[in-house]
């Protein structure tokens, strides 16, 4: 981009000569703004080959890699969620999960492909549905199985290239660990495969010259992708980007793939990374929404995608995406409530201190001008300013109309059902709060909607508490049989007794990982939001294994969250939901798994089951029949 400046006035200048629908606005500072007039057209997609050298492919492992956070398991229904609002984000590949870690894996996938990956939007995207495999020819038809029926299929296979990988990991040779990677795609070939992603696990730490070995056979054997993971988060950018250019240059026929970057944030520089590996030639990045996985999570989609819509023009050779950044705030705030994990408030881009501004000499300047500290809107986010509601002030007195309004400015559209549901708590808060923001909103239609299959249901709850005697609460619960029950319990605490509470009714055994409490906005009136941890206990301790792709078999840990003017209330809530989701995981692996049977799910059979375990997965099976 070429311009005078300093000149007096806007003057429009073409931001690119090719098919690109923007214009840049140079105003008279000389600072230039990007303007959209349309939204870019996205190339053909073609698995090896992107016909604009400048589109970087977006390619999100929430649903997967994000998904191994500790407490961030997600039912299926959880996960076509997601998977249709990641569609709305517009991202090119959706990596749907790990088909063979359990019977409910497979079944996310398989649904996530045969619904969203056939969903065709008028301007002829539709996203690629990725499945995460092993080399191991099991894991690999497990795979395909589960993502065949997508309109675009991929499935994603790896295997660890590193020394120490591959001598106290896998325990084979490096002539081994290529036997095993090419006999992996020409396997998927076999299959019918024609999209196939192969990554060298670890990447980062291994002999750079025996990447170029690997990576060059796969090559040969038909992959398409080429992804380079840097696994531990131990690559500095410059070394990273510097390993992209190395592996473009030495790696025979990477002309004929694309390359992709997968980087950790053990050290904070997953997104730094990212953007180094595609400034060098990546054109495909893998990422999650809030930047959730494994350890320190993976490289945050928001970030890079919004690093490059504002940067990529001037600073990196006209870089751009697909992603359609309005819709970037509702997709993160759906995962953070389905997969329990908090976003930090000083998280870039979506955190809730990220459009705030309290210094004095802060504030001053955005009342002259906003662009004096931001360097993008929340709007562009989909994060519309409190102020512009247009004057709607929603309270006691307002209606259907005033709260579906302020939903849809938040990106939100809700059946009438779902309406019904977030409204009559709305009229519940507000009857006890003057002034209700879209905060309040926000945890309110999470609690409403943004929760698993309900199993078990709170209908009441009364707590007696204080110095003079035991903690005692009474709940009254709905079971999965409609029924109506009340159940009793003493604590050391208000939370506890209603837990205990709760625990005489459902009779599953968990085990609290995690508590944690906090406001949703400033003042005594405020919404309390509440976010559990729990885990099979007892008797059922050697129930919710599933595989891990990287661990083995671990056992899953499932969040639940509750918000309320009550933070008993709310904390009840919580725990019920934490119940719920791990209740139905449980039934799914209980009707798919063989007796007896240990094998990446839950061991325990039905027959092995003692009454209380026998209850709680009768519920469960009875909950979840169709």
Not at 29 to 49: D, F, H, L, M, S
Not at 251 to 272: F, K, W, Y
Not at 484 to 502: F, H, N, Q, S
Not at 538 to 556: C, F, I, P, W
Request: proline residues 5%; charged residues 20%.
């Amino acid at each position: 981009m070429s311009a005078a400046l300093g000149s007096t006035g806007p003057r429009v200048v073409s931001a690119r000569a090719a098919p690109l629908s923007r214009r840049a606005v140079l105003w008279p500072t000389g600072r230039a703004r990007v303007v959209v007039r349309a939204e870019v057209k996205r190339p053909e997609y073609i698995p090896n080959r992107i016909d604009d050298p400048h589109y970087v492919r977006i390619f999100d492992t929430t649903l997967r890699d994000g998904e191994q956070s500790p407490g961030a398991t997600l039912t299926s229904k959880e996960k076509l969620d997601i998977a249709r609002q990641l569609a709305k984000l517009g991202v090119d590949i959706i990596e749907a999960g790990f088909p063979v870690a359990s019977p409910d894996d497979f079944e996310a996938v398989r649904t996530i492909a045969m619904e969203v990956g056939n969903e065709v939007q008028p301007d002829g995207y539709v996203p690629v549905i990725c499945g995460l495999s092993r080399t191991k020819f099991q894991d690999l038809e497990r795979a395909w199985d589960a993502v065949r029926h997508a309109k675009r299929p991929r499935v994603h296979t790896f295997i660890a290239t590193s020394d120490i990988h591959m001598q106290y990991k896998l325990r084979m040779t490096p002539d081994e660990v290529v036997e095993s990677a090419v006999a992996a795609v020409r396997h998927l070939r076999s299959l019918g495969c024609n999209d196939i992603e192969f990554s060298p696990e670890d990447a980062g730490r291994s002999d750079p010259v025996f990447l170029y070995h690997i990576l060059g056979e796969v090559i040969k054997a038909g992959a398409t992708t080429l992804n380079i993971p840097d696994t531990t988060g131990w690559n500095l950018p410059h070394e990273f980007g510097g390993l992209i250019a190395a592996i473009r240059a030495n790696t025979p026929g990477a002309e004929n793939v694309i390359i992709s970057t997968h980087c950790q944030n053990d050290l904070g520089l997953a997104t730094a990374n990212s953007l180094a590996g595609a400034a060098a030639g990546a054109r495909q990045i893998e990422c999650t929404i809030n930047g959730i996985g494994e350890r320190a999570g993976n490289a945050s989609l928001e970030e890079v995608v919004m690093a490059i819509k504002l940067r990529g023009e001037a600073q990196m050779g006209g870089l751009r995406t697909g992603i359609r950044p309005v819709h970037i705030y509702p997709t993160s705030k759906m995962v953070s409530d389905y997969s329990g994990m908090i976003v930090q408030p000083h998280k870039a881009i979506v955190g809730a201190n990220a459009f705030a501004h309290e210094s004095g000499i802060h504030q001053d300047g955005m009342l002259k001008n906003r662009e004096t500290y931001e360097i993008m809107t929340p709007e562009s986010i989909g994060l519309p300013r409190q102020e512009q509601d247009r004057g709607i002030v929603l309270g006691k007195h307002s209606g259907r109309s005033a709260l579906s309004s302020r939903l849809r400015s938040l990106g939100y559209e809700l059946s009438g059902s779902e309406l019904d549901d977030v409204f009559k708590r709305f009229k519940a808060l507000a009857d006890k709060k003057k002034r209700i923001t879209d905060e309040d909103i926000l945890a309110l239609m999470s609690d409403e909607l943004h929760q698993p299959k309900v199993i078990w249901e709170l209908l009441d709850l009364q707590v007696v508490c204080g110095t003079m005697g035991m903690p005692t609460a009474t709940v009254q619960m709905q079971g999965p049989d409609g029924i109506a029950r009340i159940g009793v319990g003493v604590g050391t605490g208000p939370v506890d007794a209603a837990y205990k509470a709760v625990d005489s009714l459902v009779r599953v055994e968990a085990e609290l990982v995690d508590y944690s409490v906090s406001s949703v906005t400033q003042g005594i009136e405020a919404l309390a939001h509440t976010r559990v941890m729990i885990r099979p206990a007892g008797k059922m301790s050697d129930q919710g294994y599933s595989e891990h792709a990287a661990l083995g078999t671990v056992q899953r840990q499932f969040s639940g969250s509750g918000a309320n003017e009550d933070i008993v209330v709310a904390s009840a809530r919580a725990y019920i939901h934490a119940l719920n989701k791990m209740i139905g995981w449980v039934s799914v692996a209980q009707k798919v798994t063989p007796r007896g049977s240990k094998s990446g799910v839950a061991g325990t059979s039905m027959a092995s089951m003692d009454a209380v375990g026998k209850e709680a997965a009768a519920s469960a099976v009875a909950a979840s029949s169709p």
